[in-house]
């Protein structure tokens, strides 16, 4: 999340779906598990916490080879909430997200890389507001692939990252 004052931490903790694929599996992002979170720090007193309550993506995942990951993930910068309503509202004008102009942040990586075991560092674009901006994530995941009570294949990973 951008914060025009500071840092904001964005959390992403994502479960996705698998499709068959012949080496590499292609994931979609199960939005009904999935968020994506933030922190910022106000007036250097309080953290404010707030979420995203949609978020879709893909992700290519070969767990032979990390380095071919791809990841493409959209969030609804429409859905805001940091459980205060008036702050939504102001988040969602013209001064931070611009939802009418600019209803969309993405997220597009460019490079992954292992990071010791269970840990990815994925390097890439996270676009808001129409500016792109590099970011890197650290990734924990993704989860070994387990079956669904509904028959799918599924696994799961979160990240971290900072943006200014």
Known sequence: ??????LAALGLAAAMLAAPAARAADFEVDSSHSQVQFAV???AVSTVKGEF??????????EKKPADTVIEVTIDTSTVNT?????????KGADFFDVQKFPTATFKSKKVEA????????HGELTLRGVT?????DVTGPSPEIKSPFG?????????????
Request: cysteine-free; hydrophobic content about 40%; proline content about 2%.
């Open 115 to 122: 990071a010791g075991k269970g840990q990815l560092k994925v």
């Open 152 to 164: 799918t294949t599924v696994i799961a990973a979160s990240a971290t990252g900072k943006v200014n």
């Open 133 to 137: 901006r590099p970011v890197v994530l």
């Open 41 to 43: 720090k106000h007036l």
């Open 1 to 6: 999340m951008a914060n025009r004052n500071g």
């Open 53 to 62: 309550g949609k978020v879709t993506g893909k992700v290519v995942w070969d």
């Open 83 to 91: 459980r205060e309503a008036a702050r939504d509202g102001h988040l």
